[in-house]
């Protein structure tokens, strides 16, 4: 751990620095007086990491093959449709934008401007805290998501809307979303569960039978060898893409799921035990609060994403959770809205340490992909 903070501050300085800074505005956002820029602060903020994304070359997961998608793209249909490995969705936004520049960085500025903005519109509407919902996005999704996978974070936003627009039941607007996001990532397809969430929150007692149910049959491999069989049985008999995915990831065992720590066992027990910490503050403010509807049902769909994370432990399909996980940066605004003072602090403190463990957490998975962090500019090449 004191290698990896000394790795970081060495050759992560720019990480740290845009996470102090968005720390700081999170402190701040709960006084009187600043919480009247808060639309303002985080705008700038948003642009702040657009251009933080946008900007990157060589730098995060994936680089070379998203990358070389939209080198080799030609512009005519029989190319496009037969694009095998990423999603129609993404194909064609690659050869719109490559309709006026061939520029990549230019691509990835587009990219990132879509996609920041779109979560920004989303985070000032129903966030009471919009900047402490972006700095729990930082360093919990943006550098590990966001950083690498271009298709997958535009499916995650897009993911955030359907919930929102689920809970008030636009049909249509969820259903765009939806489409949307499978067009863009096909796993998002999985997300289509939310429609068995409640809107009345779980209770304590039953969030934890819930969880502890979920543990049991994660550890018992019994959901990853159901859909292994399934996967097996639909493959004779449907040749489709999803098909062959749902193969894919109920074939690959936990040797092939990459750690910080270097051990699932050890990776999957800190990773509960950083989730419970907040469910235990969720669980205080239940306790002296009435939540109003929305948050109930924000706080289910978290409770979901920590289940599911415990239903297929030990498989790919725990990192198809991640579409209902992200739901925490707005759930943390809403929950440190019925906070007190005193507590506001005591959270800030704890964010402030989680937030640093989860960066360390992502750039010490590929620190060769990370760091240092390179502009588009640089002469440094990895």
Same mark, same amino acid.
Request: a positive charge; proline letters at 2%.
């Given at each position: 751990?004191?290698?990896?903070?000394?790795?970081?501050?060495?050759?992560?300085?720019?990480?740290?620095?845009?996470?102090?800074?968005?720390?700081?505005?999170?402190?701040?956002?709960?006084?009187?007086?600043?919480?009247?820029?808060?639309?303002?602060?985080?705008?700038?903020?948003?642009?702040?990491?657009?251009?933080?994304?946008?900007?990157?070359?060589?730098?995060?997961?994936?680089?070379?093959?998203?990358?070389?998608?939209?080198?080799?793209?030609?512009?005519?249909?029989?190319?496009?449709?037969?694009?095998?490995?990423?999603?129609?969705?993404?194909?064609?936004?690659?050869?719109?934008?490559?309709?006026?520049?061939?520029?990549?960085?230019?691509?990835?500025?587009?990219?990132?401007?879509?996609?920041?903005?779109?979560?920004?519109?989303?985070?000032?509407?129903?966030?009471?805290?919009?900047?402490?919902?972006?700095?729990?996005?930082?360093?919990?999704?943006?550098?590990?998501?966001?950083? !690498?996978?271009?298709?997958?974070?535009?499916?995650?936003?897009?993911?955030?809307?359907?919930?929102?627009?689920?809970?008030?039941?636009?049909?249509?607007?969820?259903?765009?979303?939806?489409?949307?996001?499978?067009?863009?990532?096909?796993?998002?397809?999985?997300?289509?569960?939310?429609?068995?969430?409640?809107?009345?929150?779980?209770?304590?007692?039953?969030?934890?039978?819930?969880?502890?149910?979920?543990?049991?049959? !994660?550890?018992?491999?019994?959901?990853?060898?159901?859909?292994?069989?399934?996967?097996?049985?639909?493959?004779?008999?449907?040749?489709?893409?999803?098909?062959?995915?749902?193969?894919?990831?109920?074939?690959?065992?936990?040797?092939?799921?990459?750690?910080?720590? !270097?051990?699932?066992?050890?990776?999957?027990?800190?990773?509960?035990?950083?989730?419970?910490?907040?469910?235990?503050?969720?669980?205080?403010?239940?306790?002296?609060?009435?939540?109003?509807?929305?948050?109930?049902?924000?706080?289910?769909?978290?409770?979901?994403?920590?289940?599911?994370?415990?239903?297929?432990?030990?498989?790919?399909?725990?990192?198809?959770?991640?579409?209902?996980?992200?739901?925490?940066?707005?759930?943390?605004?809403?929950?440190?809205?019925?906070?007190?003072?005193?507590?506001?602090?005591?959270?800030?403190?704890?964010?402030?340490?989680?937030?640093?463990?989860?960066?360390?957490?992502?750039?010490?998975?590929?620190?060769?992909?990370?760091?240092?962090?390179?502009?588009?500019?640089?002469?440094?090449?990895?």
């Amino acid at each position: 751990m004191l290698e990896a903070i000394e790795i970081l501050l060495s050759q992560g300085t720019v990480y740290v620095i845009i996470y102090i800074y968005l720390f700081c505005l999170a402190l701040l956002e709960s006084s009187q007086y600043f919480s009247l820029f808060k639309r303002e602060t985080v705008l700038f903020s948003s642009y702040i990491l657009l251009l933080f994304i946008g900007l990157r070359w060589e730098t995060g997961t994936d680089w070379l093959s998203y990358k070389e998608l939209f080198d080799s793209l030609e512009l005519h249909w029989s190319f496009l449709i037969n694009v095998y490995h990423f999603d129609i969705g993404y194909v064609l936004f690659n050869a719109a934008v490559k309709l006026f520049t061939e520029n990549y960085t230019l691509f990835l500025l587009i990219n990132s401007f879509l996609t920041i903005y779109v979560l920004y519109r989303l985070l000032i509407k129903i966030s009471p805290y919009p900047n402490l919902s972006l700095l729990v996005f930082y360093s919990t999704f943006m550098i590990a998501q966001f950083m !690498g996978s271009n298709r997958r974070m535009m499916a995650m936003v897009f993911i955030l809307w359907s919930f929102y627009y689920l809970y008030q039941q636009q049909k249509r607007s969820y259903v765009l979303m939806l489409i949307l996001a499978f067009l863009f990532h096909r796993s998002s397809l999985i997300c289509l569960l939310a429609l068995l969430v409640p809107y009345r929150a779980f209770s304590v007692s039953r969030t934890i039978v819930i969880l502890f149910t979920s543990l049991i049959i !994660g550890i018992l491999q019994l959901p990853a060898k159901l859909v292994e069989m399934s996967g097996g049985y639909l493959s004779t008999i449907v040749n489709n893409p999803i098909v062959e995915k749902i193969v894919f990831y109920s074939e690959t065992g936990e040797e092939h799921l990459v750690t910080s720590t !270097g051990s699932l066992l050890l990776s999957t027990t800190l990773a509960i035990i950083k989730r419970s910490i907040f469910l235990l503050f969720y669980f205080y403010v239940m306790k002296k609060n009435v939540l109003d509807r929305l948050t109930q049902y924000i706080y289910n769909i978290y409770v979901f994403a920590f289940a599911g994370y415990l239903f297929f432990i030990g498989s790919f399909f725990q990192m198809l959770t991640a579409f209902f996980a992200m739901i925490e940066i707005v759930l943390i605004g809403r929950m440190y809205s019925y906070s007190s003072s005193k507590d506001k602090i005591i959270l800030l403190i704890l964010i402030f340490f989680y937030g640093i463990f989860q960066m360390l957490n992502a750039l010490n998975i590929y620190p060769e992909l990370y760091l240092p962090y390179i502009p588009f500019w640089s002469d440094i090449r990895r």
